[in-house]
């Protein structure tokens, strides 16, 4: 974008080229950097494919704590937000005096003391992502293979192997130090995914479940708000959204916008069928993942759907691995130019290879994919849809003296909601998983008190 098309923005901009590049994420080498290649579609293709990944699988899930009146409430509001949120990050792309811009390049010219922040955020979200994107393929192919195999392998170590053959067949990928090129896997990618809310559709009951309008009787406050996170979690996309505005040819906030509302409204297309069918066929005891609900044994395009959602969530794994080994970088550098080819080269791959055990390690522990739902979407998701954007414009208002419009105040608005949501959803997350564990060790206890009362009698 030239300086004539900057000056012409809402807000002018307050730092100059030198300031700038001593501000951006340094570069890894003397590599120059490529000329912008990205579309609208192609862009739309990465932001809608980093939001629809396992997030449509959890979202029925949901309902179980809201009811139907509740639950869309909750993702119209939450659709909502993250597309204002988008916006407030294409104000800030549109912003920048250079095409180049980031976490770390925004939070510069704003806040600086934000900068770390921001990027360690950006890991934590990612990072759970990709460990959630591991999980469901993990799961899917595991049972698969074992049905198959008609054997008594264990399905946690086949479980475990195949989570470290996925990390290893998605390597190359993810060792990649920018995302180009990605359309048709992407695309691929809602292919997938969309096979499998058509499964929800096909082989759904709309008598069998308990469904209920209003809040169900078997939940409460605090269930609602461990499970708000999971709406937070499935519309959010917005790691890629500076790299996407960084790549796009001819870059103006029309384009970006129309990025961010043709993605999030894609999302809401494909979200919807994939909570109506499965909550009104299972109710109250529909999975996180509804497709372990349906009967895959017999059923010959279920399996098929397995399969395609393992490669669908595969597909995504790179949107959000590389973001993590971005952010990384920036921490491991501080920030600084690395002028040795060579040993930014070490640095640079010894950080990837971090960054995908990780992620490796912690699916092969986890099993429970609601706990990695919540957990991420109030933690990561909250924090870089909700709270960065909103504050890192609210600091661009002030520091260029621009005047307060209807736009500062809502980001106000969500900026404050959104910090109070933090505490409150994750003490209700972790009073949920403290309530389900002393539930498990009461059963626990009477099932050894009673054992014991029998050997006592015989």
């Given at each position: 974008m030239?300086?004539?098309?900057?000056?012409?923005?809402?807000?002018?901009?307050?730092?100059?080229?030198?300031?700038?590049?001593?501000?951006m994420k340094p570069r890894l080498s003397e590599d120059t950097t490529a000329e912008p290649t990205g579309t609208v579609l192609s862009e739309w293709s990465v932001i809608a494919n980093t939001m629809v990944g396992?997030?449509?699988l959890g979202l029925a899930s949901a309902f179980t704590a809201t009811g139907w009146v509740l639950g869309f409430c909750l993702m119209t509001?939450?659709?909502?937000?993250?597309?204002?949120?988008?916006?407030?990050?294409?104000c800030l792309s549109m912003n920048s005096k250079t095409r180049q811009v980031s976490w770390y390049t925004v939070s510069g010219l704003y806040c600086p003391w934000a900068k770390l922040v921001v990027d360690i955020v950006v890991i934590v979200k990612c990072a759970g992502v990709a460990v959630s994107y591991l999980q469901v393929a993990g799961d899917m192919l595991s049972m698969l293979l074992v049905f198959w195999s008609g054997t008594d392998f264990s399905q946690s170590t086949v479980r475990s192997l195949i989570i470290v053959a996925a990390t290893l067949m998605m390597a190359p990928t993810c060792m990649a130090k920018e995302l180009k090129s990605t359309t048709l896997v992407n695309v691929l990618a809602l292919v997938t995914i969309s096979y499998c809310v058509i499964l929800g559709c096909v082989y759904s009951d709309v008598d069998a479940g308990d469904d209920t309008v209003g809040i169900p009787p078997q939940s409460s406050f605090t269930?609602?708000?461990?499970?708000?996170?999971?709406?937070?979690?499935?519309?959010?996309?917005?790691?890629?959204?500076?790299?996407?505005?960084?790549?796009?040819?001819e870059r103006t906030q029309k384009k970006l916008d129309l990025v961010a509302i043709s993605a999030e409204l894609t999302g809401f297309i494909i979200f919807l069928p994939a909570v109506i069918c499965p909550y009104?066929?299972?109710?109250?005891?529909?999975?996180?993942?509804?497709?372990?609900?349906?009967?895959?044994?017999?059923?010959?395009?279920?399996?098929?759907?397995?399969?395609?959602?393992?490669?669908?969530?595969?597909?995504?794994?790179?949107?959000?691995?590389?973001?993590?080994?971005?952010?990384?970088?920036?921490?491991?550098?501080?920030?600084?130019?690395?002028?040795?080819?060579?040993?930014?080269?070490?640095?640079?791959y010894t950080v990837a290879a971090v960054?995908?055990?990780?992620?490796?390690?912690?699916?092969?522990?986890?099993?429970?994919?609601?706990?990695?739902?919540?957990?991420?979407?109030?933690?990561?998701?909250?924090?870089i849809a909700y709270i960065m954007p909103s504050f890192l414009y609210l600091m661009m208002v002030r520091k260029t003296g621009s005047k307060k419009?209807?736009?500062?105040?809502?980001?106000?608005?969500?900026?404050?909601?959104?910090v109070c949501l933090l505490p409150l959803c994750i003490g209700s997350l972790i009073q949920q998983i403290i309530a389900g564990f002393w539930a498990q060790t009461n059963v626990l206890v009477l099932f050894l008190l009673f054992y014991r009362s029998r050997q006592v009698v015989h």
């Amino acid at each position: 974008m030239s300086s004539d098309e900057a000056r012409q923005q809402d807000f002018p901009t307050v730092s100059s080229e030198t300031s700038f590049q001593v501000s951006m994420k340094p570069r890894l080498s003397e590599d120059t950097t490529a000329e912008p290649t990205g579309t609208v579609l192609s862009e739309w293709s990465v932001i809608a494919n980093t939001m629809v990944g396992t997030g449509v699988l959890g979202l029925a899930s949901a309902f179980t704590a809201t009811g139907w009146v509740l639950g869309f409430c909750l993702m119209t509001v939450s659709a909502l937000m993250a597309v204002f949120a988008l916006h407030l990050m294409n104000c800030l792309s549109m912003n920048s005096k250079t095409r180049q811009v980031s976490w770390y390049t925004v939070s510069g010219l704003y806040c600086p003391w934000a900068k770390l922040v921001v990027d360690i955020v950006v890991i934590v979200k990612c990072a759970g992502v990709a460990v959630s994107y591991l999980q469901v393929a993990g799961d899917m192919l595991s049972m698969l293979l074992v049905f198959w195999s008609g054997t008594d392998f264990s399905q946690s170590t086949v479980r475990s192997l195949i989570i470290v053959a996925a990390t290893l067949m998605m390597a190359p990928t993810c060792m990649a130090k920018e995302l180009k090129s990605t359309t048709l896997v992407n695309v691929l990618a809602l292919v997938t995914i969309s096979y499998c809310v058509i499964l929800g559709c096909v082989y759904s009951d709309v008598d069998a479940g308990d469904d209920t309008v209003g809040i169900p009787p078997q939940s409460s406050f605090t269930n609602i708000l461990a499970k708000l996170p999971v709406f937070i979690f499935a519309f959010t996309c917005h790691e890629n959204m500076f790299p996407c505005a960084t790549d796009m040819k001819e870059r103006t906030q029309k384009k970006l916008d129309l990025v961010a509302i043709s993605a999030e409204l894609t999302g809401f297309i494909i979200f919807l069928p994939a909570v109506i069918c499965p909550y009104l066929t299972f109710g109250s005891h529909v999975e996180p993942n509804y497709l372990q609900n349906i009967d895959f044994e017999n059923n010959i395009p279920v399996q098929v759907g397995y399969v395609a959602l393992s490669i669908g969530v595969l597909c995504s794994y790179a949107l959000q691995v590389v973001p993590i080994v971005r952010s990384a970088m920036v921490l491991v550098t501080r920030g600084k130019t690395i002028s040795s080819r060579r040993k930014a080269n070490i640095i640079f791959y010894t950080v990837a290879a971090v960054c995908q055990l990780v992620p490796m390690a912690l699916a092969i522990a986890v099993h429970s994919l609601g706990v990695t739902f919540s957990f991420v979407g109030i933690v990561g998701s909250n924090t870089i849809a909700y709270i960065m954007p909103s504050f890192l414009y609210l600091m661009m208002v002030r520091k260029t003296g621009s005047k307060k419009g209807v736009t500062f105040y809502l980001a106000f608005a969500l900026c404050v909601v959104a910090v109070c949501l933090l505490p409150l959803c994750i003490g209700s997350l972790i009073q949920q998983i403290i309530a389900g564990f002393w539930a498990q060790t009461n059963v626990l206890v009477l099932f050894l008190l009673f054992y014991r009362s029998r050997q006592v009698v015989h």
